[in-house]
């Protein structure tokens, strides 16, 4: 699950050693850092904003890389003209050059995508844009406009699909393991009739979290992906990632905390999961359902 339902905070934790809550979030070890003082080459491309207050966790964090590639520069995406829309594709060839010039070195890629972020319907190339309101059953209150907006996320939701199959496609003939996962999650009026995010909600807390090995990686690391294998199921906030990270690539650092890594024995399952700094998710949200205004 998510740790906050808004990309500035939980961008400030899900890139270090922080914890939500945790004020000086910004003196903690982050991935780059820890990853270059490992040996690895890292690399950050990113399709959102270089700048404002949303995303100066990351462009801090990412400035640090040995490689960048930004397509994004303005303030927010979805300022911008219907011409100059970047779509999450147009970072393929960058991720594809540079792992062909250094195809051997041990390294750290990071990929910032806009995903099925708002406006949705800017997400996606006419090409994908499959589903309609006719196609939209749930929530089952939606009017036929509230669909559409709908149908506009399954669009979304259909390219960001392609999308995560081509970057597999780019490491699936080396030794690779790709972590995809969300900041947050979206109410699709499933909140109070609300869509978006922001909002203390289960539909905001839940995110997806999937880990995809090369069939190299899986042969070279066989009880690493038998520890993954096992702990799909596991309960885990994303601010833990970096501990996660940590048991894959093999770094041992003072920082790293097993109780908080889902592949550890020591792992600690019954972990209170607070949720936007003021819900316990077990006890407070799992169970909500859709519910109109």
């Not at 990929?111 to 090409?127: A, C, Q, S, V, W």
């Not at 996320?153 to 970057?167: F, K, M, T």
């Not at 080396?174 to 999650?185: A, E, K, M, V």
């Not at 909140?191 to 289960?202: E, M, P, Q």
Request: glycine share 4%; charged share 25%.
């Amino acid at each position: 699950m998510a740790s906050f339902a808004q990309t500035k905070l939980a961008l400030q934790h899900l890139l270090n050693f922080s914890n939500a809550g945790d004020s000086q979030w910004n003196q903690s070890l982050d991935l780059i850092n820890l990853f270059s003082l490992a040996g690895y080459k890292t690399a950050v491309f990113s399709n959102q904003e270089v700048v404002g207050s949303e995303v100066n966790a990351f462009s801090s964090i990412a400035s640090l890389a040995d490689y960048k590639a930004n397509l994004n520069k303005f303030i927010t995406s979805s300022r911008i003209a219907e011409s100059q829309i970047t779509y999450d594709g147009f970072l393929l060839p960058f991720i594809q050059s540079a792992l062909e010039q250094n195809p051997t070195e041990s390294r750290l890629d990071i990929i910032h995508l806009m995903g099925t972020h708002f406006n949705y319907d800017k997400r996606y190339p006419k090409e994908f844009a499959k589903f309609n309101a006719n196609d939209i059953h749930y929530p089952s209150f939606a009017d036929k406009k509230q669909k559409e907006i709908i149908a506009t996320y399954a669009n979304a939701v259909l390219y960001n699909d392609y999308i995560l199959n081509e970057i597999f496609k780019i490491y699936a003939k080396s030794d690779s393991i790709i972590f995809y996962l969300s900041d947050h999650g979206e109410s699709l009026y499933e909140y109070k009739g609300k869509l978006g995010h922001f909002v203390t909600s289960r539909f905001t807390a839940e995110v997806p979290f999937l880990a995809l090995m090369s069939e190299e990686f899986i042969q070279k690391h066989k009880e690493t992906a038998q520890k993954i294998q096992a702990a799909k199921d596991k309960p885990f906030v994303i601010d833990d990632l970096i501990h996660l990270l940590c048991d894959v690539a093999q770094i041992q650092v003072q920082d790293y905390n097993a109780t908080k890594n889902p592949l550890s024995a020591e792992f600690n399952a019954k972990k209170i999961r607070i949720f936007n700094q003021k819900a316990d998710y077990d006890k407070e949200l799992k169970g909500e359902i859709a519910q109109p205004k």
